[in-house]
C-alpha cells in the first residue's frame, strides 16, 4: 500500500519558469517531511525538509508548502535552472519507536534552457 | 566527516549467478545501515535495514539477503540471481542510537546491477 503518493511522475519547465511537485500522505502519524533530490547515476540526496508545525518552509530557491489539513505538501522550485534537472523524491517519517522513510514514487524534472 | 562508499558501480551478472554488494561507511560509528532498490518508475524501494551489527529487518520477502558483519559495513547477497533482481541499488546511512528512526539519510552513489 502505497503511503505517500506523488504527482507528477514527469515535468518539463522552461529556464525560469516555477517547478511545482506535491505529495498527499495517509498516516496522520507522520510528522517528518523531506524532499531529496537525485542526479543521474548518483545517490539521493536531502534537499529540504519540513515538519507539520509549520506550514512553508524555504531554503534559496526551494520551498516547501504543507497543508496538514489536506495531508498535502509540494515542493516549489523558483526560477528553475537546468541544473534542476533532477529527480525529486518526496517522503514521510513517523519519529517514534521503529520508523523508516515512505518515499513516493519521484518526478522527472527537465528544465529546458 | 561521514563518507559512504558502495561498490561496484556496475555489475552485469548472468542469471542464476550470485551477487555480494558491499557498502562501507567512515567517520561514524554505530550507523543505522539500509539498502534500497531502485526500479524505473517504481521510486525506492527499502529492502533491509539493520540498526547494528548482526541484526538485519527485511522489508520485502525476495531473492535477496543482507548481513552486517562489522559496525559500518553492510553486505547485500543472492545466491541464485533472477532476472528480476536487475536494477539500481543504493546503500545509505543515517545517525543510529539503536533505532532504525531517522530523519536523515545518506545514500551510497549506487551499483547499477544488470542480470541477463
Not at chain 1, 524532499?35 to 506550514?55: H, N, T
Not at chain 2, 555480494?20 to 554505530?30: F, Q
Not at chain 2, 543482507?66 to 540471481?81: G, H
Request: charged share 15%; aromatic share 12%; with cysteine.
Amino acid at each position: 500500500q502505497q503511503q505517500v503518493k506523488q504527482s507528477p511522475q514527469s515535468l518539463i519547465v522552461q529556464k525560469g519558469g516555477i517547478s511545482i511537485i506535491n505529495c498527499a500522505y495517509e498516516n496522520t502519524a507522520f510528522d517528518y517531511f523531506p524532499w531529496y533530490q537525485q542526479f543521474p547515476g548518483k545517490g539521493p540526496a536531502l534537499l529540504i525538509a519540513i515538519r507539520p508545525d509549520v506550514s512553508e518552509k524555504k531554503e534559496g530557491r526551494f520551498t516547501i508548502s504543507f497543508n496538514k489539513s489536506a495531508k498535502q505538501f509540494s515542493l516549489h522550485i523558483m526560477d528553475s535552472q537546468p541544473g534542476d534537472s533532477a529527480t525529486y523524491f518526496c517522503a514521510a517519517l513517523m519519529n517514534s519507536g521503529y520508523s523508516t522513510l515512505t518515499f513516493g514514487k519521484g518526478t522527472m524534472l527537465l528544465v529546458s534552457p | 566527516s561521514q563518507t559512504i562508499h558502495q561498490w561496484p558501480a556496475t555489475l552485469v551478472q548472468p542469471v542464476g549467478s550470485p551477487l555480494s554488494l558491499e557498502c562501507t561507511v567512515e567517520g561514524t560509528s554505530n550507523p543505522n545501515l539500509y539498502w534500497y532498490r531502485q526500479a524505473a518508475g517504481r521510486g525506492l524501494q527499502l529492502l533491509f535495514y539493520s540498526v547494528g551489527i548482526g541484526q538485519i529487518s527485511s522489508e520485502v520477502p525476495q531473492n535477496l539477503s543482507a548481513s552486517r558483519p562489522q559496525d559500518r559495513q553492510f553486505i547485500l547477497s543472492s545466491k541464485k540471481l533472477l532476472l528480476s533482481d536487475s536494477g539500481f541499488y543504493l546503500c545509505a546511512w543515517s545517525t543510529g542510537q539503536g533505532t532504525p528512526t531517522n530523519e536523515k539519510l545518506f545514500f551510497g552513489s549506487g551499483t547499477q546491477l544488470s542480470v541477463l
